[in-house]
């Protein structure tokens, strides 16, 4: 069953229709469902699909020549092309009578296996765009030779192409509708432990509960995600202990980069250019209090959630778990998930505050969203604020996220809205997140200050069926 990736392919879609030359490059991180929507998108069209492999030009070539004429039912005379040219110059003159989608995935490897190859397409592309029906795809994982050598200003395919589609990872909302089983708040741990990247999304089963799950994957020295972390950054780094390294200090409470160089015994500069690489990657996000661009106080948190929980909890945890004692290294896990899911909170909450604001449902037109943290002159002590977005110099939102079993008391909003009383705006609202709900005295205060939203994650959850 194929889910999610609806505004994805109405895009390919509308450039299928066109019936003019196309050409469209997707790219985005390995597992996260690239080939999937290709593969749907093309199925019932007159298309040729060929996936590169890491080998020689000659083994690449083999295999497009396979590709092109198992396509083609009038059986072109060659059994094999004897160049790339030939192969291409074949499927563009073909495309002169009629539709046809050329779908290139794993462009990297080819690329890398012809040093020629961009360079032919780019001439086949100027020589036949004007009167061809071709609709080509490139497709590829590694997001830096992507990024470099397609897209960007220098590459010899720069201003040729027509579409360009980075995949990500579903988020909250789209994760859901994964599952049919799970309770909601089930489905807050699993997006917490395993993100929106479909392929971990597989690896996950609604007909057993969360402990089953993380048990059968993460603690299961045979699953799939038990040494995927490590797997995915040797295919796409050449040093993958410093970057394991820098990620588990994060993952583990090092946020700022002088923590981290600590941590890991590297100095600063060398940090920031592996940062740097994380962060192209999508493994790991750089951070400022909101409004503040070129703040000193950056820091540095894991982005991908699986990466995020993998690093926290695996390798501390990972000579039980080769010893078969899953129940035990669990029972060390479990104390700790409620805290584990307080970002995680507040990212969902994050997402449910955008849906608001596309569905012209938000009290305050924002621009953005982000964290704040800084010194309260009052106490001199150090504070932030979980959320918070601007709409303009006058008016913002605020949001404070809470993932405990118990209800929110008065206490809490009143510390809150001193907290967004730090700022200076005339307008302000501010949206109080709880996972089980709120006292009855917590709700009276709510009404009587008049512009605070109280959100419950059942509210959360039921606005994404």
């Known amino acids: 069953m194929f889910i999610g990736r609806e505004r994805e392919l109405s895009s390919l879609e509308k450039l299928y229709r066109s019936d003019k030359f196309e050409f469209a490059v997707v790219y985005g991180r390995r597992r996260v469902g690239k080939t999937a ?5 093309i199925k019932d069209k007159n298309s040729i699909y060929f996936m590169g492999i890491e080998s020689n030009a000659k083994q690449n070539l083999e295999n497009f020549s396979r590709s092109i004429l ?13 160049t790339f040219q030939s192969a291409l110059e074949y499927v563009f003159r073909r495309s002169e009578q ?17 040093k020629s190859f961009s360079s032919v397409l780019q001439l086949l592309i100027d020589q036949y765009k004007d009167r061809s029906k071709l609709m080509l795809i490139l497709c590829g994982s590694s997001m830096s030779y992507m990024e470099d050598h397609v897209l960007a200003y220098k590459a010899p395919l ?10 990500l990872p579903f988020n909250f909302f789209e994760t859901c509708h994964y599952f049919r089983n799970f309770s909601p708040s089930d489905c807050a741990l699993i997006y917490g432990i395993s993100g929106g990247t479909p392929q971990y999304l597989l690896q996950m089963d609604d007909s057993m509960s969360v402990d089953e799950n993380i048990k059968n994957t993460f603690l299961n020295s045979s699953s799939a995600l038990f ?10 780094v050449r040093e993958p202990s410093l970057y394991n390294a820098i990620i588990s200090a994060i993952a583990t409470g090092a946020s700022k980069l002088s923590e981290i160089s600590t941590k890991v015994g590297e100095n600063s500069s060398t940090c920031t250019a592996y940062l740097k690489n994380l962060i192209s990657l999508g493994l790991v996000r750089r951070e400022t209090p909101y409004g503040e661009k070129n703040s000193k106080k950056t820091i540095y948190t894991v982005e991908d959630n699986m990466f995020r929980f993998w690093y926290r909890f695996i390798p501390d945890n990972a000579s039980l778990i080769v010893r078969g004692a899953s129940d035990l290294a669990y029972q060390r896990i479990r104390p700790q998930l409620s805290d584990y899911m307080g970002k995680i909170f507040e990212d969902i909450c994050t997402q449910y505050l955008w849906q608001l604001l596309l569905n012209g449902k938000s009290p305050v037109f924002f621009k953005e969203l982000g964290r704040w943290w800084g010194t309260d002159p009052a106490t001199h002590a150090q504070t932030e604020i979980d959320i918070m977005g601007e709409q303009d110099k006058n008016t913002a939102l605020f949001c404070e996220c809470k993932w405990t079993n118990d209800l929110v008391d008065s206490g809490v909003l009143e510390l809150f809205v001193h907290r967004s009383q730090l700022f200076h705006y005339n307008s302000t609202h501010l949206f109080l997140f709880s996972k089980n709900g709120f006292t ?14 109280l959100v419950s994650y059942s509210d959360i959850y039921d606005n994404c069926l």
């Open 37 to 41: 929507l290709l593969s749907h998108f």
């Open 158 to 167: 720069y201003g040729r192409r027509t579409a360009q589609f980075k995949i």
């Open 440 to 453: 009855s005295g917590c709700t009276e205060m709510a009404e009587k200050l008049g512009n605070v939203t």
């Open 70 to 82: 198992e396509s083609d039912s009038r059986n072109p005379a060659e059994s094999v092309f004897l």
């Open 227 to 236: 040494e995927e972390p490590e797997n995915l950054l040797k295919q796409e």
């Open 98 to 114: 009629e539709r046809i989608i050329l779908v290139i995935d794993e462009y990297p490897y080819v690329a890398r296996s012809s």
